[in-house]
């Protein structure tokens, strides 16, 4: 059933009915496990070199050990299906076309952790897969793969139940702290780490949170074995990854590559290249909040977190947005700021106010009202985000500011005047600015 590389989306026609999905080999991953210890089980993902999907890379094996041992307290598993990052748009593709092998995936996490009950958060846009993977999971209770009659179906003692919940279109709440708050039915608010949630999560018990892909890729390593996986795509980071090609392309969609694909085989061969022959002016590898690549140093990338670390950037969620040479930098910016102001929940100050003075200056910026002071003003603001705030929604948002400045500071530097040539008027008082701002035009 697996041929790399496509692994978690196999090409297989209506493999979201169970039927097709058992006729080719699915559940049978899941049967496999059950001859191992829950901790032979996490050993084998470790071993395979697994790292999360849901954009920060880290080992799925590691964060499967940090869960406590025993059962004197409820555990929870939460599949994050929130994916509400621009230019990420992948995880919906598993729900679709391959639903089985996600609730597959909760199932050995489950055994490996000892977790008897699973949420699966979908973003709440997504009606149309919300809907899929209800059925995927009435279809698996039906058949007893979940829910007590597991245990007739499989022996022992072992039994998951799964909810799918659908979330309510915050971004925020794809942050995994505040999507247990958002599921508790709270506010979505994100809290301070630590406690981590394999000490207290969910309603205050042990819980893990893995994204969609992640856990539908866990399957294939157990069908497979952990060295024949770990031997797909690149060293440090292996297996597919489904690449979300977006923006001036011919062929956007979703794409299942190993790890060591090239960039530049991203965009023309498998994204049929840029409309009108244009060039590469820029590059987002991973999702919005990912810093660019300049299109002078695309040639020769390979796209996997390891090697992008030396172009200052990450692999984030795969989610590869192209911008061909006439694209407005400073404009596209003040869009990507734009939705992280909107996105804030307004917790903590650098987040709540940065974005919106990087907004603010950004406009300036765009509407070529602004002095080269206000470009470093708005490296200054994106820099006192960075790094201080409860969740990284503040780095997502002043991430590609620092990065579109260090790549492209001309074309911002362009449309500002290197005098405030405009005179504001002090409506409060009715009189026009004091006389240093009326500078020369
Ligand atoms: C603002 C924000 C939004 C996020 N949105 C998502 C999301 O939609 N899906 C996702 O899997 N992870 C998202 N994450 C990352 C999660 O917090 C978490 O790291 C991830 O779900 C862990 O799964 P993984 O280890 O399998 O990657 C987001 C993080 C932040 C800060
Ligand atoms: S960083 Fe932003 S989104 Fe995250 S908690 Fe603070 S204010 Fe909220």
């Not at 994050?80 to 909760?106: A, C, M, T, V, W």
Request: net charge neutral; charged share 20%.
């Amino acid at each position: 059933m697996y041929t790399a590389p496509h692994i978690v989306i196999p090409q297989i026609k209506d493999l979201h009915k169970i039927d097709v999905y058992e006729a080719n080999g699915g559940y049978g991953a899941y049967r496999k496990i059950l001859g191992m210890t829950p901790d032979a089980v996490i050993d084998e993902v470790k071993k395979s070199g697994l790292r999360g999907r849901g954009g920060a890379c880290f080992s799925t094996g590691m964060k499967w050990s940090f869960m406590p041992k025993g059962n004197d307290k409820p555990k929870y598993l939460v599949i994050n299906g929130d994916e509400s990052e621009p230019g990420s748009f992948k995880d919906r593709q598993i729900l679709e076309y391959n639903p089985h092998q996600l609730i597959e995936g909760i199932l050995i996490a489950g055994y490996a952790m000892g977790i008897k009950s699973a949420f699966i958060y979908i973003r709440g846009e997504y009606h149309k897969w919300v809907k899929i993977m209800q059925t995927a999971v009435d279809e698996a209770y039906a058949k007893g793969y979940i829910g007590e009659k597991m245990k007739s179906v499989f022996g022992g003692d072992y039994t998951m139940e799964i909810v799918v919940h659908k979330g309510a279109g915050a971004y925020v709440c794809g942050e995994e702290t505040a999507m247990m708050s958002s599921l508790e039915g709270d506010r979505g608010y994100p809290r301070f780490k630590p406690p981590f949630p394999a000490n207290k999560g969910l309603w205050g018990m042990p819980t893990t949170i893995n994204n969609v892909e992640t856990l539908a890729t866990v399957p294939p390593i157990i069908s497979m074995g952990s060295h024949a996986y770990s031997q797909i795509g690149a060293v440090g980071h292996c297996g597919t990854l489904l690449y979300g090609l977006s923006g001036h392309l011919n062929k956007p969609g979703v794409y299942e590559l190993p790890t060591d694909v090239l960039l530049t085989d991203l965009i023309y061969k498998y994204g049929g290249g840029v409309p009108g022959n244009k060039k590469v002016k820029a590059v987002i590898p991973g999702g919005s909040s990912m810093p660019p690549l300049h299109g002078d140093e695309i040639e020769g990338v390979v796209m996997n977190n390891e090697a992008l670390k030396a172009y200052k950037t990450f692999i984030g969620t795969g989610g590869v947005m192209v911008m061909d040479e006439d694209t407005d930098i400073p404009k596209l910016l003040l869009r990507i700021v734009h939705f992280y102001h909107h996105e804030s929940c307004g917790q903590c100050t650098p987040c709540r106010e940065g974005c919106g003075w990087m907004e603010k200056l950004l406009k300036r910026i765009v509407k070529g009202d602004a002095t080269t002071e206000d470009i470093d003003l708005l490296m200054s603001v994106a820099n006192n985000i960075d790094g201080n705030t409860i969740c990284a929604l503040g780095e997502a948002a002043a991430w590609p500011v620092q990065g579109f400045l260090r790549k492209f500071r001309s074309e911002f530097e362009a449309k500002v005047k290197t005098n405030r040539s405009f005179i504001p008027l002090n409506v409060v008082h009715g009189r026009r600015a004091s006389a240093d701002t009326l500078l020369p035009a």
